[in-house]
């Protein structure tokens, strides 16, 4: 087997084990609330060591919200950073290669949609975990903001980074809200393009791509 192969099979084990693990965190959360197991128990339900639940997670809480391995699809980050067309300034297809960043996660999201289940179930449960989603959040906007600056050859904390940011994951936020409720029947790309084409409205044409 190639190193490559072995490579992928590994990461694909880790992912498994680090989905079981949230998976049973977030359960167990539901039936009894944060303090009402332990860790032992998270790891007798999936099979493997405390230690390797701390190799995965720090806490329950970062096991029921989502390691930040999970914020991004490596194959559509490296996707959004080989597609900007040259030439000097902010990129006229940035908006766009943005959207289509962001719908990657919400497909990724849309493939195990039992997860997203054990995530509400945990929080409804405990809301205080709540706040840990919107710190979580925040943080993964700044990741983000600086991986657009990254593409754009834009200085860290250049407010073009974060508010294109901000006006993108607010448009899909509201999209997904949409896209997962049970009894919607539109694609995600249905439930997106408007709200693209109003916010390219509202900024005058700028965010229109010129490909």
């Not at 009402?36 to 329950?60: D, H, L, M, P, W």
């Amino acid at each position: 087997m190639s190193d490559s192969a072995t490579t992928g099979l590994r990461e694909r084990r880790m992912a498994e084990t680090r989905r079981a693990l949230s998976h049973a965190t977030r359960t167990l959360t539901a039936e009894h609330g944060l303090q009402g197991f332990t860790i032992e128990q998270v790891c007798e339900r999936v099979g493997v060591s405390r230690r390797t639940f701390f190799n995965y997670f720090e806490a329950k809480e970062q096991a029921i919200v989502g390691h930040p391995r999970e914020w991004f699809d490596d194959d559509a980050v490296e996707m959004f950073l080989a597609i900007r067309p040259p030439g000097d300034g902010v990129s006229v297809t940035l908006f766009d290669d943005l959207v289509a960043l962001e719908m990657a996660h919400v497909t990724q999201l849309a493939q195990s949609r039992q997860e997203l289940r054990d995530l509400l179930a945990a929080i409804e449960t405990e809301p205080q975990l709540l706040q840990r989603m919107m710190k979580a959040g925040m943080l993964r906007n700044d990741r983000l903001s600086d991986l657009v600056a990254r593409r754009e050859g834009l200085e860290p904390g250049d407010p073009v980074a974060s508010v294109a940011v901000l006006l993108v994951t607010t448009l899909m936020h509201s999209s997904a809200e949409i896209y997962f409720t049970p009894e919607n029947t539109l694609t995600l790309d249905e439930i997106v393009a408007p709200r693209v084409a109003a916010a390219r409205a509202l900024l005058g044409g700028a965010a229109t791509s010129q490909r």
